[in-house]
């Protein structure tokens, strides 16, 4: 492109020094390199190649003026200080309202927004300094012995020559474009706005979902038993799991299987979505180099286990999503909770049934189940408060001792001993034998001691009854709650939920209850809105920072049209590679308005340049349309080749950054063609009556007028 090698070896050293102040950013503000630093430095290549391009690219151009090489260095650099100040400003301008995200969306995008601002900086400063210094030092003066440049191998030079020409061919047809385009304003302006037009009629066709589904390697599936089991019959059921799932996933493609049963009555029960000692969690570890994604085999069990008639008293779900996922829902196992909260627990049982029947209809759901169950065995004790009395008993003793008698004094009155020589701590209680074969008769048999002397058994003071209760109860804001989860299968979040609400509008809700939607779906309707708002945000600050700049309302305008451009590319990219609209692809999309916004600035910036020095307002954007097609060129290709391998998605666990990368990708084709058509036709149409901008410079050089009354 720059036809120079010793251009070419500049540009390149300035990339890697850029990137290396970023990573020393990066430590002193404690982060580290992760997936998510390292596809912000990916993202920040192109913005790097860009400011080093367009210094490279004046500078060259004033050296082929015939200005020895430290003047050209010098007029390049201030010439195009402006854009290029305005390029990284807006950057940082964009960047800003991703940095203060709030909530765990923040906390996660945050380390990337700063690897791309810490890279940006940098590249700034080389820009400004140790690419000119390189450009003054190195490159040839016209007439010395080093102009002529060495000559080059045959097929390098020949390759060299081709890319030459083959640029050139593209600027002369690019330019008759132009001016074919300027000829006809309202044709070419129909033509962008209807595009623009079919493009927002094509965005319900997107898929929508909070955050891309990653390939983490692990599935869990959660396994639900009936309710009456025993841990040692659960066991039993979930050795057979085991087994099927041996079958379904061969030994090669595995590593480990790992199952979780029951819990424990102390503070470990807080650490796992187990309510019984019928409730059971499998993780299903998978090997790196696996031949099938988690979710694909996830798909695969699930279908086979529910036609296995062997299981058809057992409940699952799956949850393959991983940290991240699980960090962004707040610990949500689905994507879809539907709450019902008020009335009775019946009522809103009752409710979560009927909602259950009605979204287990909708296409794309799957393990559609309501959380709570009411079909717990108890055996409940009534207590005989007057035989008790009687014997010196309070209810609460009679119950604390039936608890010491079935577990352990731990329980109830918890005693230490500390280890003198070592200083550890130790329970101390009385726990009495255990039987798993105990009878309903052996617990009334248990001795209970009052007040008086005598002992007595069990039976004596309580009258046992056997009832059903429910297995797990959930409260929201002091309410009891409901509450229906939904996983999906094939379909992404946006639609299958759309569907879900349309379905149950027309369900009868009873007086006192309330169903609301909760989980992933909650937090991806607000995320949208954060970065909505980011994004309007955003797109004033840059501006209202263009116009501080620019000192001029209608240039900034003018500038900030590329941006709706720049849209219709992320559409059509994520339609046609059917990849869904989550936070990561809006992430990318509010970053491609300060990457989009700097093509516009070039040309606005030199148009400018070329209306001060007497050209009209057609042949300003047309000289500027010319001289800046390589640099932008360059950029493009610059930017799209450094995210192409993300936006191809090599191997498994990279799917987090691919909808990031694929964003602007097609932002760039979409707003790097069309801007340079749409931004010298709109500034024709809207500068061309306006006049030329001030020059600053001359008018602060320019001599003082003598006074009116002086000699």
């Known amino acids: 492109f720059l036809g120079d090698w010793r251009m070419t070896l500049i540009a390149t050293l300035s990339i890697p020094l850029a990137i290396l102040g970023a990573i020393i950013g990066l430590f002193?503000?404690?982060?580290?390199?992760?997936?998510?630093?390292?596809?912000?430095?990916?993202?920040?290549?192109?913005?790097l190649v860009d400011e080093a391009i367009v210094e490279l690219e004046n500078n060259h151009r004033h050296h082929r003026l015939g200005k020895n090489r430290v003047r050209?260095?010098?007029?390049?650099?201030?010439?195009?200080?402006?854009?290029?100040?305005?390029?990284?400003?807006?950057?940082?301008?964009?960047?800003?309202?991703?940095?203060?995200?709030?909530?765990?969306?923040?906390?996660?995008?945050?380390?990337?927004?700063?690897?791309?601002?810490?890279?940006?900086?940098?590249?700034?400063?080389?820009?400004?300094?140790?690419?000119?210094m390189l450009c003054a030092k190195f490159l040839p003066d016209h007439g010395s012995a080093d102009d002529e440049a060495p000559a080059l191998p045959?097929?390098?030079?020949?390759?060299?020559?081709?890319?030459?020409?083959?640029?050139?061919?593209?600027?002369?047809?690019?330019?008759?474009?132009?001016?074919?385009?300027?000829?006809?304003?309202?044709?070419?302006?129909?033509?962008?706005?209807?595009?623009?037009?079919?493009?927002?009629?094509?965005?319900?066709?997107?898929?929508?979902?909070?955050?891309?589904?990653v390939d983490t390697g692990q599935i869990l599936m959660r396994v639900r038993a009936p309710s009456n089991l025993r841990l040692d019959a659960t066991e039993e059921r979930i050795k057979a799991v085991e087994a099927f799932l041996k079958r379904q996933v061969p030994a090669d493609e595995r590593e480990m299987i790992v199952s979780e049963m029951g819990l424990n009555p102390d503070w470990s029960s807080a650490y796992t979505t187990n309510a019984g000692q019928q409730d059971a969690i499998i993780r299903l570890q998978l090997k790196p180099d696996r031949s099938r994604s988690a979710q694909a085999y996830a798909a695969d069990i699930r279908r086979a286990f529910l036609a296995d008639r062997a299981f058809a008293d057992l409940r699952i779900d799956f949850n393959t999503g991983g940290m991240i996922s699980?960090?962004?829902?707040?610990?949500?196992?689905?994507?879809?909770?539907?709450?019902?909260?008020?009335?009775?627990?019946?009522?809103?049982?009752?409710?979560?049934?009927?909602?259950?029947?009605?979204?287990?209809?909708?296409?794309?759901?799957?393990?559609?189940?309501v959380h709570q169950r009411n079909d717990a065995p108890y055996l409940v004790l009534d207590v005989d408060r007057a035989k008790a009395a009687v014997l010196g008993l309070s209810a609460e003793d009679v119950v604390q001792q039936v608890v010491v008698a079935l577990n352990s004094s731990v329980s109830i009155n918890r005693n230490f001993w500390i280890d003198s020589q070592s200083g550890n701590q130790y329970f101390v209680g009385v726990q009495y034998p255990e039987n798993a074969d105990r009878?309903?008769?052996?617990?009334?048999?248990?001795?209970?001691?009052?007040?008086?002397?005598?002992?007595i058994n069990l039976g004596s003071v309580v009258e046992p009854r056997r009832a059903q209760g429910a297995v797990e109860i959930n409260h929201?804001?002091?309410?009891?709650?409901?509450?229906?989860?939904?996983?999906?299968?094939?379909?992404?979040?946006?639609?299958?939920?759309?569907?879900?609400?349309?379905?149950?509008?027309?369900?009868p809700v009873p007086d006192g209850l309330r169903v609301t939607f909760k989980g992933e779906y909650e937090r991806m309707g607000e995320a949208f809105r954060d970065l909505g708002l980011g994004l309007v945000l955003a797109i004033l600050l840059v501006y209202l920072l263009q116009v501080m700049l620019f000192r001029s309302w209608s240039g900034p305008g003018v500038i900030l049209l590329s941006v709706p451009m720049g849209f219709i590319g992320v559409i059509w990219m994520l339609l046609l590679t059917g990849t869904a609209l989550n936070i990561q692809s809006l992430m990318g999309t509010i970053f491609l308005v300060g990457v989009a916004v700097n093509n516009g600035v070039l040309l606005v910036e030199f148009a400018n340049q070329r209306r001060r020095e007497g050209l009209s307002a057609a042949e300003a954007i047309r000289a500027a349309a010319a001289t800046r097609f390589r640099p932008i060129l360059m950029t493009f290709l610059a930017t799209v080749l450094a995210l192409l391998p993300m936006a191809i998605g090599f191997g498994h666990g990279h799917e987090a950054n691919i909808?990031?990368?694929?964003?602007?990708?097609?932002?760039?084709?979409?707003?790097?063609?069309l801007t340079l058509f749409l931004v010298p036709l709109m500034y024709t149409l809207l500068v061309r009556h306006m006049p030329a901008p001030v020059d600053l410079d001359a008018a602060l050089n320019a001599p003082l007028n003598p006074p009116p009354n002086s000699p």
């Not at 709450?339 to 296409?363: H, K, T």
């Not at 990368?661 to 932002?667: H, L, N, T």
Request: glycine share 10%; net charge neutral.
């Open 326 to 369: 699980t960090a962004l829902n707040y610990g949500a196992t689905s994507p879809i909770d539907i709450e019902i909260d008020g009335g009775s627990a019946e009522e809103s049982l009752g409710m979560a049934r009927r909602i259950r029947n009605e979204v287990a209809m909708v296409p794309g759901t799957a393990d559609v189940r």
């Open 476 to 507: 929201a804001s002091l309410r009891r709650v409901a509450n229906v989860l939904v996983n999906l299968d094939g379909r992404d979040l946006g639609h299958v939920a759309g569907e879900i609400r349309e379905r149950l509008a027309g369900l």
């Open 439 to 455: 009878t309903l008769e052996d617990v009334l048999s248990l001795p209970v001691k009052g007040l008086q002397a005598t002992t």
């Open 72 to 132: 050209a260095a010098i007029d390049g650099c201030r010439e195009v200080l402006v854009p290029v100040m305005v390029s990284a400003a807006t950057t940082f301008i964009v960047l800003t309202p991703l940095a203060l995200m709030p909530g765990i969306a923040g906390f996660l995008f945050r380390p990337l927004t700063l690897a791309i601002g810490f890279a940006m900086l940098t590249s700034f400063m080389l820009s400004r300094t140790f690419v000119p």
């Open 28 to 47: 002193a503000t404690g982060n580290t390199l992760n997936a998510m630093t390292l596809g912000g430095l990916a993202l920040a290549i192109g913005p």
């Open 659 to 673: 909808p990031l990368a694929r964003a602007v990708v097609g932002g760039m084709l979409t707003s790097t063609t």
């Open 154 to 213: 045959a097929p390098v030079a020949r390759l060299v020559g081709a890319v030459q020409s083959g640029l050139d061919g593209l600027a002369e047809r690019y330019r008759s474009a132009l001016a074919r385009c300027l000829e006809q304003p309202r044709r070419t302006l129909l033509a962008i706005v209807g595009l623009f037009l079919l493009s927002l009629a094509a965005l319900p066709l997107l898929g929508r979902e909070f955050f891309p589904e």
